[in-house]
């Protein structure tokens, strides 16, 4: 089996997630940092590997890991070794820690979170509305990273005065470019911000879902404090950078399919469609690690050796032809049916997806009501990629309102 290495720049996202496919439904990576792994690259596989309960979320499942043979400035560590919480444990841990969140996140009370979203989104489209015409700016700066980041921190009781600092530390973890010696002060900073933030909701509790997790230990859930900040942090992060990339992204697909646009535009397709399109064919998520083989798995006609570490390689398995047929490399916002996996299967299916839904479901039909004319500043070609091997996320939207 050819073993193929990870971009740590990013250049090239939809080339390498060919060569994925290509490389059968199971391949061998190499992640930044020289540590190898497989990934799940073709829908079907993926769906199975994401409830076979021989895959584990344990690192001490990991020989490489056993062995000391991956360093704690290793760029990766904090996604690999996140600290407890739900994302890190199987079974009735699992259940336990999920359900807190899940509660808080069901279609039902996203739903009544509506009317802030909309607030927010017009304060928002204020703001560009009064900058001068023709003027060139930043849509991810100024209308898709603010959404998203205040919501989710109105959500968990975190103030808006953290938000730079939690900005700067996030590029930081989540980026394969951070220097190996800054790694561990990032971590533990990361760790103390969110500690403070848990600290001020157990002295001041409010209306918030921070509060409740404190809460719910105090009357016999039985979560730790470790497992009150890493599931904090686990929201904070998840719940706005997969939300700023689904905006981001389906800009940039609309823009370049100017009749599927039209379409759109004139209610013959529902934004539905477009946010669903979007979440397949460009996801927000191109690779999430990281899990751990028990015994050995069969996968098609390869095995996943006990031992060794799984990632899901979204990107790739998001164009899968198996799945999606001869089409399955267009963006076609009229596709049905469109079963894609982009957040997740079985019982670690992300609890937040109704909540980034409806985040996009509000603000793009918003934007583009307001600035119906807006274009790319830029060819789509030259966009950039930040370097997250995890996330599908640009640097930069340059548009002009129009």
């Not at 079974?91 to 808080?104: E, I, P």
Request: aromatic share 6%.
């Amino acid at each position: 089996m050819t073993r193929i290495a990870l971009d740590p720049f990013v250049t090239d996202l939809d080339g390498e997630s060919a060569r994925l496919r290509a490389a059968g439904p199971l391949a061998e990576v190499e992640l930044p940092g020289g540590v190898h792994c497989y990934a799940v690259t073709h829908h079907a596989e993926a769906r199975q590997l994401l409830t076979d309960s021989r895959v584990v979320k344990d690192i001490n499942v990991w020989t490489a890991w056993q062995r000391g043979e991956i360093p704690m400035d290793w760029p990766l560590i904090g996604l690999a070794n996140p600290g407890r919480s739900m994302l890190t444990v199987d079974g009735a841990d699992h259940r336990r820690l999920r359900t807190l969140v899940a509660q808080a996140l069901t279609v039902k009370r996203v739903e009544r979170l509506r009317a802030g979203i909309e607030a927010l989104t017009t304060a928002s489209l204020d703001r560009l509305s009064a900058l001068p015409r023709g003027e060139q700016i930043d849509l991810k700066a100024e209308f898709a990273y603010p959404l998203p980041m205040n919501v989710i921190s109105e959500l968990m009781g975190v103030d808006g005065a953290d938000h730079p600092r939690l900005k700067e530390l996030f590029e930081k973890f989540f980026s394969t470019q951070t220097p190996p010696e800054e790694v561990p002060q990032m971590m533990a900073d990361l760790g103390a911000l969110f500690t403070k933030i848990v600290d001020a909701k157990r002295e001041n509790p409010g209306d918030d879902l921070t509060s409740a997790l404190i809460a719910a230990s105090e009357d016999g859930d039985h979560l730790t404090d470790e497992e009150i900040v890493n599931t904090l942090q686990l929201i904070i992060a998840a719940g706005h950078e997969t939300t700023i990339s689904l905006i981001v992204n389906a800009v940039v697909a609309l823009q370049t399919h100017p009749e599927q646009r039209k379409q759109v535009l004139g209610g013959e397709v529902p934004w539905e469609k477009v946010i669903e399109e979007t979440l397949r064919w460009n996801t927000p998520t191109s690779h999430v690690l990281i899990r751990f083989a028990t015994e050995d798995v069969e996968v098609g006609d390869k095995v996943l050796p006990k031992g060794e570490a799984l990632i899901v390689s979204f990107g790739a398995l998001g164009r899968d032809e198996a799945q999606y047929g001869p089409t399955a490399g267009d963006f076609d916002v009229t596709r049905s049916p469109n079963r894609h996996i982009a957040f997740g299967h079985g019982p670690h299916v992300c609890p937040g997806a109704a909540l980034s839904r409806l985040e996009a479901g509000v603000a793009l039909p918003a934007l583009y009501e307001r600035f119906p004319d807006l274009e790319l500043a830029v060819p789509a070609s030259e966009l950039r990629n930040k370097p997250i091997v995890t996330q599908n996320d640009l640097y930069d939207l340059p548009v002009e309102l129009g």
